[in-house]
């Protein structure tokens, strides 16, 4: 799927490979590398998708949740939950994502019936999960 982090600075990254979903038509090209919809990274937060590729080229999904942030002053986890529930669900884009903002606050949502995902805070705290 893809990594996010913040260094010791406060700067954030994400890096997002392919994978999304199961049996997907060979050489189909999804939202991975395409920056805004797959993955994204700015000085509010970083964020790497997985899941029904479609969708989130269409919602621009990780670029929306950063929007969502600045535009409507919405923290990490609640335009994370917005994107993955409220935009994603309803038009039938099943997956989910990992993100991080500059505070170090750690979000996982997903919409589908498990996604793959781990991570580990500044204080040693770590989630390794597959199920809801």
């Known amino acids: 799927m893809g990594a996010v982090a913040r260094d010791v600075h406060g700067h954030l990254a ?12 060979y050489a189909r090209i999804g939202d991975t590398p395409l920056i805004g919809a797959g993955t994204w990274a700015d000085a509010r937060c970083a964020i ?18 950063a929007c969502l942030m600045e535009y409507k002053g919405l923290s990490l986890e609640e335009a994370c939950r ?24 750690v979000t996982l949502p ?7 995902r781990g991570s580990r805070t500044e204080g040693g705290e770590a989630l390794v999960a597959i199920y809801k």
């Open 48 to 65: 790497s998708c997985t899941g029904h590729g479609e969708y989130f080229i269409r919602a621009v999904a990780a670029y929306d949740i």
């Open 110 to 116: 997903f919409n589908s019936e498990g996604m793959y």
């Open 82 to 105: 917005v994107v993955v529930h409220d935009k994603l669900a309803p038009a039938g884009g099943e997956g989910g994502l990992i993100a991080v903002d500059a505070a170090g606050n």
């Open 14 to 25: 994400a890096a997002t490979s392919t994978g999304g979903m199961t049996n997907k038509r």
